[in-house]
């Protein structure tokens, strides 16, 4: 259909149909009209077209010039209504253009009006409010004065109180400033609980603050023992820096005092506060766990090195007398058993050293030798009597021989190593027995050399009389002192308790010189000067050994009788003891008998010079084999 309008147009109107002509229905009706003319009318329709045209131009003509007022108004009208148009647009794009601004002003005027109603309400509220708001702005002056009035329960409360209402009002800020005020008085209050720990404190106190300190919940299990141990030991560390340092023997009977008291109280409270129950574990991993029980231990032990180090420098200081300071250090450790913590096997090495750094200064070797020395370069050998018989075998006095007298390098000797094994014979440990011996026979074996050397340098111009007396003091040394000695080390080492802890017989004993002197070894320099050892019977001490060494000290006096004649211009110096011999009389029985039981010895001088000064020792108590045995053989 539209193919055939398409092809009727184009012959009607050729090249240049009208514009639109589709759109316009009349033109398709005028079309579908002209298909139906027939041949006639076709050929008519133009001149008929035409004449209508010309009429419809002729009507036009004639109503324009009969309206053309009218025309002329509506074309002013229309020109007037364009110009208004005009003007219209051009304030409509001005309204447009500030109506953003306005729009921005309305906003602005909404957002005022708003927060203006929202402060008038807040501030009706907070009038209606303003009791409690003023309760609750001042709960940080509160929080203040019940912390520094020690009331902890009331501020416990106002903290959980605070805690609340800044979980329900997170948004309100001044609740955070009211929050953070009441914390820095949880600070103060952990200070004081804290600081209460670190004062004398007795156990129900302990249990309060521990429980306020829980209660505050600021340390897990483990940081609050931590803590409870760390105050604590400040306070123990006060207590102890208190006690006087001028006395080292005060100082550690006073330490060891405090620390035996206080450090236990310490343990008591401790382990009735905190539970050592395997369900206090804390884990740190996985698979690791860490417990509590070790840090205790950990704790205890490390108070205990540092008593054993102060212990260890007490006694470095100086002190002299063992005997109690052993005693009360290990009571302190046996008190500590019952908590589980007997430390007196830590005593033992530190004791031990003390013990033996001791003995060595008493001995003091090159003292000894210069004593030795003095008296071999005063002497007069050709005056020595005859060395008396050796001392039986179970010879057990610990009275040294009075025949000692009559050799002044052999008593000085003696007093040397009597001084050194007085000092430690209460104490001395079974383990200090190899020691001991080795130290006394090297002074023995340096007197026998010097012996020797002395006798090598001068011996050539001695008469018969000085050989012989150099003689009798050799045999004197092996007959009088190392058999003496012996006894000495018997008693402070008793053999069958040597034997019961080594477990070696009594030869193996004196083959490894545990308490047994090598005699073939010490006498090896002077073994040229000493007579053929026969086998003689043994003779038990009895009243003729007594009536012997009285026999003996009267010979003494009558030789001192005579050195006084003989050079009575030389001043006599008297030995300062207890007993001293007369030079001008002979000495009694009642003397006699003093001088025996006397526990020390008077080195008496039978040369030109009557009573030379000499070397004094001091016994202060009879050595017996029983006071060997002490706490450190344990």
């Known amino acids: 259909m539209e193919q055939d309008q398409e092809e009727l147009v184009s012959l009607i109107f050729g090249d240049h149909p009208p514009e639109n002509w589709k759109d316009n229905p009349e033109f398709a009706l005028y079309l579908s009209e002209l298909g139906s003319f027939s041949v006639d009318r076709i050929s008519s329709e133009p001149e008929r077209v035409a004449g209508e045209l010309h009429h419809l131009q002729q009507q036009t003509r004639d109503l324009a010039a009969s309206n053309y007022k009218t025309f002329i108004q509506t074309s002013n009208c229309s020109k007037e209504i364009f110009q208004e148009f005009a003007n219209t647009e051009q304030h409509l794009e001005k309204l447009i253009e500030k109506l953003p601004d306005f729009t921005e002003k309305c906003s602005q005027f909404q957002t005022v009006a708003g927060d203006i109603s929202r402060h008038r309400r807040l501030t009706s509220l907070t009038l209606a409010k303003h009791t409690s708001l003023l309760e609750v702005l001042e709960l940080p002056q509160l929080m203040e004065t019940v912390v520094r009035n020690q009331h902890y329960e009331e501020a416990l409360q106002l903290h959980s109180y605070v805690t609340k209402l800044c979980k329900k009002q997170p948004q309100v800020k001044i609740l955070d400033d009211i929050a953070t005020a009441v914390t820095a008085s949880m600070r103060l209050m952990l200070q004081q609980l804290l600081g209460q720990l670190r004062a004398p404190v007795q156990l129900p106190q302990c249990l309060k603050v521990i429980s306020f300190l829980r209660r505050m919940d600021v340390f897990g299990e483990t940081e609050l023992r931590l803590k409870f141990l760390q105050a604590r030991e400040t306070w123990l560390n006060s207590v102890v820096a208190g006690v006087p340092k001028d006395d080292p023997y005060l100082h550690l009977t006073r330490t060891m005092e405090v620390l035996r008291v206080h450090l236990f109280d310490i343990v008591t409270q401790y382990r009735s506060i905190f539970s050592d129950d395997v369900d206090h574990l804390i884990g740190v991993g996985v698979e690791n766990h860490f417990d509590n029980r070790l840090l205790f231990t950990s704790w205890l032990s490390k108070k205990v090195q540092e008593f054993l180090k102060i212990i260890a420098s007490d006694l470095d200081s100086g002190i002299n007398s063992f005997e109690s300071i052993l005693g009360q250090a290990m009571y302190f450790g046996l008190s500590f058993s019952r908590v589980g913590f007997d430390f007196r096997p830590l005593l033992a090495p530190i004791f031990l050293?003390?013990?033996?750094?001791?003995?060595?200064?008493?001995?003091?070797?090159?003292?000894?030798?210069?004593?030795?020395?003095?008296?071999?370069?005063?002497?007069?050998?050709?005056?020595?009597?005859?060395?008396?018989?050796?001392?039986?075998?179970?010879?057990?006095?610990?009275?040294?021989?009075?025949?000692?007298?009559?050799?002044?390098?052999?008593?000085?000797?003696?007093?040397?190593?009597?001084?050194?094994?007085?000092?430690?014979?209460?104490?001395?440990?079974?383990?200090?027995?190899?020691?001991?011996?080795?130290?006394?026979?090297?002074?023995?074996?340096?007197?026998?050399?010097?012996?020797?050397?002395?006798?090598?340098?001068?011996?050539?111009?001695?008469?018969?009389?000085?050989?012989?007396?150099?003689?009798?003091?050799?045999?004197?040394?092996?007959?009088?002192?190392?058999?003496?000695?012996?006894?000495?080390?018997?008693?402070?080492?008793?053999?069958?308790?040597?034997?019961?802890?080594?477990?070696?017989?009594?030869?193996?004993?004196?083959?490894?010189?545990?308490?047994?002197?090598?005699?073939?070894?010490?006498?090896?320099?002077?073994?040229?000067?000493?007579?053929?050892?026969?086998?003689?019977?043994?003779?038990?001490?009895?009243?003729?050994?007594?009536?012997?060494?009285?026999?003996?000290?009267?010979?003494?006096?009558?030789?001192?009788?005579?050195?006084?004649?003989?050079?009575?211009?030389?001043?006599?110096?008297?030995?300062?003891?207890?007993?001293?011999?007369?030079?001008?009389?002979?000495?009694?029985?009642?003397?006699?008998?003093?001088?025996?039981?006397?526990?020390?010895?008077?080195?008496?001088?039978?040369?030109?010079?009557?009573?030379?000064?000499?070397?004094?020792?001091?016994?202060?108590?009879?050595?017996?084999?029983?006071?060997?045995?002490?706490v450190l053989n344990d």
């Open 353 to 630: 050293k003390a013990i033996e750094k001791q003995f060595i200064g008493k001995l003091d070797s090159p003292a000894a030798l210069k004593n030795i020395s003095e008296s071999l370069a005063s002497i007069e050998f050709s005056r020595l009597p005859n060395s008396p018989p050796p001392l039986p075998l179970n010879h057990e006095s610990a009275t040294p021989p009075l025949a000692l007298l009559d050799f002044p390098p052999l008593a000085h000797t003696t007093n040397a190593i009597l001084t050194s094994l007085n000092e430690i014979r209460l104490v001395c440990p079974l383990s200090l027995a190899s020691l001991v011996t080795t130290t006394v026979q090297g002074l023995l074996i340096t007197l026998t050399t010097t012996l020797l050397d002395y006798q090598s340098a001068l011996g050539t111009g001695w008469s018969d009389a000085d050989q012989n007396g150099f003689t009798q003091m050799c045999i004197a040394t092996q007959n009088l002192l190392l058999p003496y000695l012996q006894t000495a080390l018997h008693a402070i080492f008793p053999p069958t308790q040597l034997q019961t802890v080594t477990g070696l017989a009594r030869h193996d004993l004196v083959t490894e010189g545990i308490g047994a002197l090598d005699k073939e070894k010490i006498m090896e320099p002077l073994k040229a000067f000493l007579p053929v050892v026969e086998h003689v019977p043994i003779i038990e001490a009895t009243k003729e050994g007594t009536d012997y060494v009285k026999e003996r000290m009267g010979e003494i006096s009558v030789a001192l009788d005579s050195s006084e004649k003989e050079e009575s211009n030389e001043p006599s110096v008297d030995t300062p003891v207890n007993e001293t011999f007369n030079t001008s009389g002979s000495v009694v029985t009642e003397e006699l008998t003093t001088a025996m039981n006397e526990v020390k010895i008077d080195v008496v001088s039978a040369e030109a010079d009557p009573l030379k000064e000499g070397t004094d020792v001091e016994v202060k108590d009879e050595i017996e084999p029983e006071t060997a045995e002490q």
